[in-house]
């Protein structure tokens, strides 16, 4: 079935199609020196969703996505929406048998891909007789810009429901096999519209997409000023000094950032920040792990007249919370209230509120919450309460003003000698070291306690492992039990795809 334009309900597909119209000769895309008015998004994306449809595909089957942040993704993504089909995104660090592993499970029937990244699903692609598009060359399938040019222009207008996912993203995989969640036209198009609300992004703005695409904050983020009207450049791949020098060229406003990148620009030294022109940012925004107060106050000081905002979720429930700019600096390691229609809910292990400054596990409810993990209802049921509460498994107290802090993930609690410790605490005080970039707690087990603190930190450049002044400096700030027992230097931590740190990967160093 078809729609008349103007009839569908909320569709990631639509802020491409009302600005195509409205402001067709605004620019939408820049990657480097190519850009993308919205009539040309609109029209490449209507091209694309034809030649889908004209490949023999059919409303709600899968089309993988493997691709780095570039000017062909906000279309991609429109064209797979238009055509009424799933997108499947792919992270290009992933091995051929991660990735073959989505592509079966997920049931793709086709690949969308940048041709240098071949390597990863060609074996796939052939095994499986899945179609495909290349960009740039043609290793594998055919080539992309010849596809969309034997096309038609004219937007096919599939019907879905707006409940119905739009893509499936698969988590992680930092507590095993990675689950695809399902997200919903409903749950983007309403992240999109509070992003553009909060975060300054849509009509006479220019976003910067930093996070990786293919990660949902990333998609979220990076999508979210074409769907309302602004501008987004593309950082192709994270660089420190790249990104300054993005800020300066396209006179950025907004940008989304995790943690570690906000480390990276700290070590360029405040030079980086004077010798360029970033007058026009004006809007930071930072997730997908946890923002060091001692970072913070950092970002804060080194852009006094940027907002920083610190939000928490999760790529099952969408943005859970944000703390405001206002906020910042009175509730240091809070990550602020509740976002726009989200209920939370803190319990105790039998599902009771518990009281405030008391930590408990962490639910919300709200629109933006996935439609569960796909093809695995036992999974979806173990986060899910009967009306409709998700859980992340974090661990989280909020104060009598309601400000939220997450204290850990619950996975990640050590319980030493029968007592609770909470990794994120010890790692906000390390954090205030002058030696120590940033560091990872974990338990490993222990025959006397159960399990024993240990830390992994990452040193500044030519300092080396000084155990007994690390520990004087926790000794001010944390009782003696949460002192780390083990220290382990480390040149990196081990991270996922959204930049959050992979404890699971931590392992002592071998002898």
């Known amino acids: ?85 799933v997108m499947v995104p792919l992270n290009p660090r992933l091995t051929p048998a991660e990735a073959r592993y989505i592509v079966e499970h997920s049931a793709s029937k086709y690949v969308v891909l940048d041709d240098a990244l071949s390597p990863i699903v060609a074996d796939t692609v052939a095994d499986l007789g899945l179609g495909a598009l290349s960009i740039d060359a043609t290793t594998i399938g055919s080539a992309y810009e010849d596809a969309l040019a034997a096309a038609s222009d004219v937007d096919p207008f599939v019907a879905v429901g707006e409940q119905d996912p739009f893509c499936i993203t698969y988590t992680s995989g930092t507590t095993g096999k990675p689950k695809g969640v399902l997200i919903s036209h409903r749950s983007r198009v309403l992240t999109f519209y509070m992003s553009a609300l909060e975060y300054g992004l849509g009509a006479g703005r220019t976003s910067a997409a930093v996070a990786p695409m293919y990660h949902g904050a990333g998609f979220a983020f990076g999508y979210a000023p074409v769907f309302t009207g602004g501008t987004v450049t593309m950082l192709r791949k994270w660089n420190p000094a790249g990104f300054l020098d993005l800020i300066a060229k396209d006179k950025v406003q907004s940008a989304f950032l995790v943690p570690t990148m906000a480390q990276g620009i700290r070590s360029l030294g405040a030079e980086a920040l004077t010798s360029r022109d970033l007058s026009s940012l004006d809007t930071l925004y930072f997730n997908a792990a946890a923002l060091p107060t001692a970072l913070k106050d950092w970002v804060m000081d080194s852009f006094p007249t940027v907002g920083v905002h610190e939000l928490y979720g999760s790529t099952e429930s969408g943005v859970i919370t944000n703390l405001r700019p206002v906020h910042m600096r009175a509730k240091p390691g809070s990550v602020g209230h509740a976002w726009y229609m989200t209920e939370i809910r803190i319990v105790d292990e039998e599902g009771n509120e518990v009281p405030p400054n008391t930590p408990g596990e962490l639910f919300s409810r709200s629109p933006f919450l996935m439609n569960g993990y796909l093809d695995n209802p036992e999974a979806t049921a173990e986060c899910t309460t009967a009306d409709g509460f998700v859980t992340c498994g974090d661990i989280a107290v909020r104060d009598e003003q309601g400000f939220i802090s997450i204290v850990d993930r619950k996975k990640d609690l050590i319980i030493s000698g029968g007592t609770n410790v909470y990794p994120r605490e010890i790692e906000e005080v390390l954090a205030k070291h002058p030696e120590v970039v940033e560091s990872a707690v974990v338990g490993e087990p222990d025959e006397q306690w159960g399990e024993t603190v240990v830390a992994h930190v990452v040193l500044t450049p030519g300092a080396s492992l000084d155990v007994e002044k690390i520990e004087e400096h926790c000794r001010t700030e944390l009782a003696g039990y949460k002192i780390p027992r083990r220290w382990y230097a480390t040149p990196e931590l081990p991270r996922n795809a959204g930049g959050k740190i992979v404890k699971r990967d931590l392992k002592p160093p071998t002898a």
């Open 1 to 85: 079935m078809t729609l008349t334009p103007g009839g569908a309900p909320l569709n990631i597909a639509a802020g491409i199609r009302e600005f195509a119209e409205a402001t067709p000769t605004r620019t939408a895309v820049i990657d480097g020196e190519r850009t993308l008015t919205f009539a040309e998004v609109g029209e490449r994306s209507s091209r694309l969703a034809n030649h889908l449809l004209d490949s023999g595909l059919v409303v709600g089957e899968r089309v993988a996505v493997l691709l780095g942040n570039r000017l062909e993704y906000p279309e991609i993504a429109a064209g797979i929406a238009k055509a009424g089909l």
